[in-house]
């Protein structure tokens, strides 16, 4: 675009990170469907921002994780719900159970690495840049490396080629 684009009195950018967040939820609502069991290899590596409304965890994972976390839906999860909002699942942290709440809105990250594949949000505040974190090392058996010394999980889904980043530039 150039700077004679006047800017958009139309939500674009708002309405695509809604709908490829919606590709989470279907995602979820077929492993649910197919009896919360993860076909093949698949595997998933979801961050979010535990700050964001609606996020309901652990007094001891918000004081770990204060602005965000990257969970992984493997091997050791349970009570997987989706809605139209959000899901629910229940996870283990050093033998610890524990039952996490996360709204579509506070996902930053999706990916699969079994299958190259990966989704990247923005945040709802842009003036919110994401701040390094441990991944949270639940105990799912993992068949890929996780990010490590802080890094996305998305970055590390291998060459980016099926990794999807939606960036619409804003005029300062």
């Not at 909002?85 to 050093?94: E, I």
């Not at 090392?137 to 999980?153: I, L, R, Y």
């Amino acid at each position: 675009m150039t700077e004679d684009t006047p800017d958009s009195l139309i939500p674009y950018d708002e309405i695509v990170q809604e709908a490829l967040r919606a590709v989470v939820g279907r995602v979820l609502g077929e492993i649910v469907a197919g009896g919360s069991e993860l076909p093949g290899t698949h595997h998933f590596y979801i961050t979010f921002k535990t700050e964001a409304q609606g996020v309901v965890i652990p007094d001891h994972l918000r004081e770990r994780f204060p602005d965000e976390m990257t969970i992984v839906l493997q091997n050791k999860f349970w009570g997987l719900v989706v809605r139209d909002d959000g899901f629910s699942v229940g996870l283990s942290f050093n033998q610890i159970p524990a039952e996490l709440e996360i709204p579509y809105a506070a996902i930053t990250a999706f990916v699969d690495p079994a299958v190259d594949f990966g989704l990247q949000f923005q945040a709802t505040d842009t003036e919110l840049a994401p701040e390094e974190h441990d991944d949270a090392e639940n105990d799912g058996e993992a068949q890929s490396k996780p990010a490590a010394d802080g890094e996305n999980a998305a970055e590390d889904a291998g060459d980016g080629s099926n990794v999807v980043t939606i960036d619409f530039g804003r005029k300062k």
